[in-house]
């Protein structure tokens, strides 16, 4: 898929302003209050900004931390990492490899088979429940 670029203002026309703070000014919602964490339904997490599929639901587990969290994205190429030295703290920050809209952060404390948490904010995902 090709790189989606808009301006400032042309994301805050689509986007409402929590979901807009989130994912183009890296915030981040508080926990356990998104509305996808306890989501058990099967289907697709895509990205709330360009529809981009990000993660499947047989991915999601309950890590207990107040955000939806995965230990695998769909495929490869559809996160990017950056390094994020903000809040005092060394983190890696997940994007959406296609529009940069800031997801969460990676961590190296999930389970069985990558021991990879990505850590996600609900409001940066749309969940596309499986028919």
Not at 6 to 33: C, H, I, M, N, S
Not at 37 to 47: E, I, L, P, S, V
Not at 54 to 81: H, M, R
Request: aromatic share 10%; glycine share 8%.
């Amino acid at each position: 898929m090709d790189k989606i670029k808009k301006t400032p203002e042309q994301w805050r026309e689509e986007l409402d302003p929590e979901t807009y703070r989130v994912t183009r000014e890296k915030g981040t919602e508080r926990a356990f209050t998104g509305a996808l964490n306890d989501n058990k339904a099967q289907g697709t997490y895509r990205c709330v900004c360009c529809g981009q599929p990000l993660f499947e639901s047989d991915t999601k587990f309950d890590s207990g931390c107040g955000w939806p969290s995965f230990y695998q994205a769909l495929d490869s190429d559809v996160i990017n990492e950056h390094s994020d030295n903000s809040l005092m703290m060394q983190r890696t920050e997940i994007v959406c490899s296609r529009c940069d809209g800031h997801l969460g952060h990676v961590f190296p404390d999930g389970p069985a088979p990558t021991g990879l948490r990505y850590c996600v904010n609900s409001v940066s995902l749309k969940f596309e429940e499986k028919k």
